[in-house]
């Protein structure tokens, strides 16, 4: 009992190594209870230089400390250490080997979950944990299943209700309304400060330059976001306007993305380490007139800071597209496209209609030449999608399945973002016998080389609800046709905002059925797919895709218009 006191004692000392020396090599075997293997795994994670194999051990000890005791508080703590130490392997180095090792951890923690369920799946912060393992295996459903479990159990932290609302844009079964509902849930979840601890709001003054504020926690590591937000700062009138750049990422994450991105705006501003009050004290300082946030619900988003107000006028913009539900946010930047005006009343914002679309993308650094059909030397079509894994949800799955069964000697070029994500995606199109037809790429560190991929592909295909953005408008640049479907929302409306804007109405399918027609069409009458590719190469640029100086125009007179009423 005095040692174990010494240990605790030593713990909270901070002598992590001193208490690995003892456990292992002074405490007997049959003496080291769950809590001490607990101990010594926290201690290996802990202690100063850690290596990949101090975290292998680790997870070895929680495994044991859970094992030594059922149902108690000890194998509790011990449980959610091995699976937050597993998926911490997963995470520590992105290579085959090392998912390997995770996933086979992770596969013995959800069978113990499984044959302690009654015990353990009513514990939030292992629900928490359970969660980190499903996203790493990109298991949306299962996601989305133990989200509404916190919910249910009263978890109405906004944390758990924006992850919720997340992980609903990649599926088909939920309304605008429900954005809304849960939107309204999350409104109320937000804390209100008290006014009296806050600096005053300032109130705009027409006759100086409107001050704009960005806030992001993406503006780092060519982030797809920075690709829009250039297109603002490239062309803005400084005479008219200040920007100021509010960073909600640690200040290591800072990269080259970030000091680019610095030295184009008036005022760059690291929040990240502020509490709430502090965040909202600085910015109001700063005498904004108008902040748009570039996340929503989505990444490290503080919609606190909306809630409580930090300039009089607040916009959506960008990052996240649908609405937030939170008092405060103004106004969300769309089109006629996305939104309908009989759809408004689903948006908790009033919606601002920009004149041709709600996002430019300010082109691609590299020399932009024609790329010739991959078919006319392949002599077969190649099908493509760059897209983020978790928006090929099941329907996804099914109809590009169809595609593969219905047209010969079609192949489909799929690109992860790690190695690991293959396995649980391969399956599915294991199931649906097309797997043959399936070729995975690796993920590309190098810019320039995941770009010259769209050359290997005729026609790239978007994913559906949640559409892709950015890999639509990359491929458009390479002259690639995305086929996109009809969406019913902001969110699953993109891919028809990108095509309408090309005039590629006829890539716009109706339904699944309509999806896999069309591309039969395309098969069968090559030389149309030939012409869309040539329109795209000669008229891409000038669109509204990638048109930045009249798109900053519009954006800026937007903005205008909701200063100077």
């Known amino acids: 009992m005095e040692k174990n006191i010494n240990l605790q004692k030593m713990f909270f000392e901070k002598r992590y190594s001193e208490i690995i020396f003892i456990i292992d090599h002074q405490i007997l075997d049959k003496q080291k209870n769950s809590a001490i293997m607990n101990l ?3 201690c290996r994670i802990l202690k100063n230089n850690k290596t990949k194999e101090d975290l292998k051990l680790a997870i070895e000890n929680f495994k044991i400390a ?13 449980f959610r250490n091995f699976v937050n130490a597993s998926v911490n392997l997963y995470d520590y180095e992105k290579t085959s080997e090392n998912h390997k090792i995770a996933v086979e951890y992770f596969k013995e923690a959800l069978s113990f979950l499984d044959n302690n369920e009654v015990y353990y799946s009513k514990n939030e912060m292992v629900i928490l944990q359970i969660i980190r393992i499903y996203k790493r295996l990109v298991n949306i459903k299962k996601v989305k299943f133990f989200l509404k479990k916190l919910i249910n159990q ?8 924006c992850s919720y609302i997340y992980n609903n844009c990649f599926f088909s079964d939920w309304t605008q309304e429900k954005f809304l509902e849960y939107g309204n849930m999350l409104n109320k979840t937000l804390p209100i400060y008290d006014e009296k601890k806050l600096v005053p709001l300032f109130q705009s003054n027409k006759d100086k330059k409107i001050k704009i504020g960005f806030f992001s926690a993406d503006i780092r590591s060519n982030h797809s976001v920075t690709y829009f937000l250039k297109t603002i700062l490239d062309h803005y009138d400084n005479n008219k306007f200040e920007i100021y750049l509010y960073f909600n990422h640690k200040k290591t994450l800072e990269d080259q993305t970030t000091k ?3 030295d184009l705006v008036d005022k760059f501003v690291n929040i990240s380490a502020l509490n709430d009050e502090g965040a909202i004290n600085l910015i109001r300082k700063d005498k904004i007139d108008i902040f748009i946030d570039l996340m929503g619900i989505t990444s490290e988003s503080r919609l606190s800071l909306i809630k409580n107000r930090v300039s009089p006028v607040q916009i959506l913009w960008c990052g996240y597209c649908n609405t937030t539900g939170v008092d405060g946010m103004d106004y969300i930047l769309s089109d006629q496209n996305l939104i309908y005006n009989s759809e408004k009343h689903l948006y908790k914002e009033k919606i601002i209609f920009l004149p041709q679309i709600w996002n430019c993308h300010s082109g691609i650094n590299i020399k932009r030449s024609f790329n010739p059909s991959p078919f006319i030397k392949n002599k077969e079509i190649t099908l493509g999608s760059f897209n983020n894994f978790s928006k090929i949800n099941d329907e996804v799955v099914l109809t590009w399945s169809k595609v593969l069964k219905y047209i010969q000697n079609t192949k489909l070029v799929l690109k992860p973002s790690s190695t690991r994500e293959i396995d649980f995606l391969a399956e599915k199109f294991r199931q649906q016998n097309v797997l043959g037809n399936i070729e995975f790429v690796s993920s590309k560190k190098d810019f320039k080389d995941h770009i010259n991929l769209y050359k290997e592909i005729d026609i790239a295909l978007d994913t559906f609800p949640y559409n892709g953005v950015t890999t639509s408008f990359e491929a458009m640049w390479m002259n690639v046709p995305v086929l996109t479907m009809k969406g019913y929302n902001f969110n699953s409306r993109c891919g028809e905002s990108i ?44 669109s509204p895709l990638f048109d930045t100086k009249s798109f900053s125009k519009d954006f800026f007179n937007a903005l205008d218009g909701t200063v100077n009423k």
């Open 40 to 42: 010594l795994g926290l």
């Open 66 to 78: 859970y094992l030594k005791e059922k149902n108690t508080k000890n194998s509790l703590e011990a």
């Open 154 to 161: 009263n978890n109405n932290r906004p944390l758990t209700i």
């Open 260 to 262: 680019y991105f610095k």
């Open 499 to 542: 095509n309408k804007s090309l005039g590629l109405d006829y890539l716009i399918a109706k339904n699944e059925e309509d999806y896999v027609s069309k591309l039969n069409e395309l098969d069968q009458n090559k030389d149309k797919l030939l012409n869309i590719r040539k329109l795209l190469f000669e008229n891409a640029i000038s």
